[in-house]
């Protein structure tokens, strides 16, 4: 079993940057590949950014592609989510997940966390 809690959501002008962690608990931390998802109201949920369990390999949905950038520090048991260049349509709230080995397109994701609001205004 593992557990994440995120946090570091928040209002932000746009432009503006923010830093979203994941803590997960457990000492299997490494097992798991980590992923950033958000939804927004009325849309769906959708990935934001992936990282395999070394960090070595990462993925980016096309909409965030080189604004945010995913990284993990498997020591601390966090994965993190960099978000510089916010805009407005980037508002939703940010989930984390795990998933047993290393992410894959359209792979169910085993354990999910409550996830952080993060709203950018105009």
């Known amino acids: 079993q593992v557990q994440l809690v995120e946090s570091g959501g928040g209002l932000v002008q746009a432009g503006g940057s923010l830093r979203l962690s994941c803590a997960a608990s457990g000492r299997t931390f490494s097992r798991y590949g980590m992923g950033w998802f958000r939804q927004a109201p009325g849309k769906e949920h959708n990935v934001v950014a992936t990282?395999?369990?070394?960090?070595?390999?990462?993925y980016y949905a096309d909409s965030v592609k080189g604004r945010f950038t995913i990284s993990r520090d498997n020591a601390k048991n966090t994965v993190y989510l960099q978000m510089n260049s916010l805009k407005p349509e980037d508002t939703a709230v940010y989930y984390c997940?795990?998933?047993?080995?290393?992410?894959?397109?359209?792979?169910?994701?085993?354990?999910w966390g409550q996830g952080t609001q993060v709203t950018v205004s105009s």
């Open positions: 997940a795990a998933v047993v080995g290393d992410p894959h397109p359209g792979l169910e994701y085993d354990y």
């Open positions: 990282i395999s369990k070394s960090g070595g390999s990462t």
